[in-house]
Structures are given as C-alpha cells and as structure tokens.
C-alpha cells in the first residue's frame, strides 16, 4: 500500500522558514521522480516542484523559484521541501505526490 505522510507544516510569520518533509513507503522510492504540490483555500492543486529519483535534476515553479528547495534522501525514502522567504501567498495545504498519489498534506499558513 502506498502511503504518503507529510510534516512539518504551520504557522510563520512572512519572511520566515518552514521545512516540510514527506515519509514514503510502499512504492519504490528510490526510482520515482517525486513532486510537491499545493492547494491554497477555494484554489486547485497548484505544482510546487520536482526532483528527478537521484535527487539531481529539479524544478519549480515560478512562484517559488529560489526561495523552495527540493530534496530527497533514497535511503530512508524521503522527501524534503525547505521553504525560505515564505510570503502570505504561500499559504495552502502542501502535498507530497507519486503518480497522483498523495497523503494527507500538512498545512502552511503564512501571516503575521
């Protein structure tokens, strides 16, 4: 069974730092690209950002481009997103997602 279980979500003040990590399992890890995605309140799934299964190539969108940072570690199947400079509009639920797979999302609330 595949599961997806992310942490590390909350509130911070705007310029502030989160970083959301993604524990996987059942599904191989170690090969798949993975993605983080978002869904801000009344909006869609918004992507975030990719990383290729070696944790080499990556990608973001533009809304997020040099302030989020994707990781992974393949050997304890995890997935990190580290999260700088966070604006008000970057309040949303964030996803981790394999293959349209995702958990429960932990929640990001920007605001002071």
């Known amino acids: 069974e595949v599961q997806l279980v992310e942490s590390g979500g909350g509130l911070v003040q705007p310029g502030g730092s989160l970083r959301l990590s993604c524990a996987a399992s059942?599904?191989?890890?170690?090969?798949?690209?993975m993605n983080w995605v978002r869904q801000a309140p009344g909006k869609g799934l918004e992507w975030v950002s990719r990383?290729?299964?070696?944790?080499?190539?990556?990608s973001y969108a533009d809304s997020v481009k040099g302030r989020f940072t994707i990781s992974r570690d393949n050997a304890k199947t995890t997935l990190s997103l580290q999260m700088n400079s966070l604006k008000p509009e970057d309040t949303a639920v964030y996803y981790c997602?394999?293959?349209?797979?995702r958990g429960q999302g932990t929640q990001v609330t920007v605001s002071s």
């Open positions: 990383i290729d299964s070696g944790g080499v190539i990556t």
């Open positions: 997602e394999w293959y349209s797979k």
């Open positions: 059942g599904f191989p890890f170690s090969t798949s690209v």
